[in-house]
């Protein structure tokens, strides 16, 4: 049988952990998804819900060539963008190479940009009614 301050100290441990990691409470979901013209390639908006630890919602806008796998294991996707915290991110395919990520209302200084290019696909960024960050 184990003592009573250890089993304090893996409690307390645990719960640090389950906070940290959100609170056990939220989970990433899709809320968009785009394919482009001619269907070649596979874009789509994932938002992880924030917590009080990480200070606000994170969002990823992911590039993928081909169709996506039903078990996803095996297709490679690519991170285009990300944005923690304030904004509205929004996907949009104006050619067969070309996607737009639009995000209005952004804490630029909180969007970060990975890739402009990505095999073959030019990637433009759009901030309608955002003020430009101080760092750019």
Known sequence: MTSYPIRLAFAASLVIIVCFSGCGLNESKRVQQ?????????????????????????????????????HGIFRRYVTVCTLQGRGAIKIGWSGPRELTVTCSDCDRSRFYIDKREWKGVTVKYSFPSTPRSPHE
């Open 34 to 70: 785009a394919w482009s013209v001619g269907g070649q390639y596979f874009s789509f908006v994932e938002l992880d819900p924030g917590s009080a630890v990480i200070g606000g919602d994170w969002y990823a806008v992911a590039l993928s060539k081909g169709p996506p796998t039903w």
